[in-house]
């Protein structure tokens, strides 16, 4: 497919790599949008857009029913990160819509059983997999990353619930074994340090922030903590829009989460039409740094936009009437919107 691309001098020093472009309609305008090598988009008049980030799911696969994603030309249900194959084909397809920086849910302690040699361990976490299956499909991810100039972030559990010694002990690890590499991605515009979205509303991980023993938190010191709406509302702080919920944001307007779910508790989880998830997309692209466009693949919170098969799904948060038969209409809208459908 051609591609047409505008750069100008001012682009020509802004953008490290200019990796896709097409015309599309921003707030109130006809632009041409070039994608940069950061995952941000940039309009001709020099206007940034938020850098658009998706979560990936790679555990619980035993709680879809019947939800199935196209991978490697045909659906599956229950798709493996552990398959590289499979990584780089579902990969490809968030790069296409316009997505270059995944954040990958390891909010789990079974996730982490057994990595760093071990160290990491809570009695009875386990869950018959483990880091030897878990660190695989993290590393295969980090490989694709690598491979199609994409990058990736870690996203960790509650401290609320495991402690915020836990969870500083698995930051050390990621900081040591990942975040280190360019390939993790930094938060920028004048914060150099990783991202590292906590599972967590924000204030709520606030008044245990100021709790926590020194020692405890060292090692989450040196990454820009992200946080997140969880089952209850949220009254927004400035760590919040990393997610996990709905539809939120941090109160600086800086950062904003998006999903195809409207509900916040699982009582109330119901997937929005076509129409419903165009606006969503949109209020979030009016992020100052970052929108997170829900999940991929997450089934088991019902925030997945991927091409998926929902016509047999026996989960109804899952379907939406007006949009059951359309299998890529939520990822060709954040298509549209990131690309110009290009």
Request: hydrophobic fraction near 35%.
């Amino acid at each position: 497919m051609k591609k047409s691309i505008l750069l100008t001098a001012a682009l020509a020093a802004a953008c490290l790599l200019l990796s896709a472009s097409g015309c599309g309609k921003g707030d109130d305008e006809k632009t041409t949008k070039v994608i940069t090598s950061d995952g941000s988009t940039v309009t001709p008049t020099g206007k940034p857009k938020p850098t658009a980030v998706c979560h990936l799911l790679i555990c619980c696969r035993s709680n879809n029913k019947g939800t199935k994603f196209l991978v490697n030309g045909e659906w599956n249900a229950s798709h493996d990160y552990r398959d590289i194959s499979q990584v780089r084909d579902i990969m490809q397809k968030i790069k296409e819509a316009g997505v270059n920086v995944v954040s990958v849910d390891f909010t789990n302690p079974p996730e982490w059983e057994g990595a760093d040699g071990g160290k990491i361990h809570i009695d009875g976490q386990s869950d018959g997999l483990n880091w030897a299956g878990y660190g695989k499909m993290l590393d295969n991810i980090v490989k694709v990353c690598k491979e199609k100039n994409m990058q990736f972030m870690i996203f960790i559990g509650n401290p609320a619930a495991w402690g915020m010694a836990y969870w500083n002990q698995v930051a050390g690890f990621i900081y040591d074994k990942y975040a280190k590499d360019n390939t993790y991605r930094k938060y920028g515009n004048g914060d150099d340090r990783p991202i590292l979205p906590v599972f967590l509303p924000g204030e709520t991980f606030d008044i245990l922030w100021k709790n926590a023993d020194p020692a405890d938190k060292k090692n989450l010191e040196k990454f820009h903590i992200g946080t997140c709406q969880v089952n209850d509302p949220i009254r927004e702080m400035p760590t919040d829009g990393w997610g996990y919920r709905n539809q939120s944001g941090s109160s600086d307007g800086k950062v904003r989460f998006v999903s195809p779910n409207s509900g916040v508790a699982p009582s109330s989880w119901a997937r929005v039409d076509a129409d419903g998830w165009k606006q969503r997309v949109e209020w979030g692209l009016k992020a100052k740094d970052y929108v997170v466009l829900g999940s991929y693949d997450d089934t088991c919170d019902a925030i997945f936009w991927g091409v998926a098969d929902v016509s047999k799904s026996q989960t109804a948060c899952h379907k939406n009437a007006k949009t059951v038969d359309k299998p890529s209409i939520y990822y060709d809208i954040v298509k549209e919107a990131l690309t110009g459908g290009k």
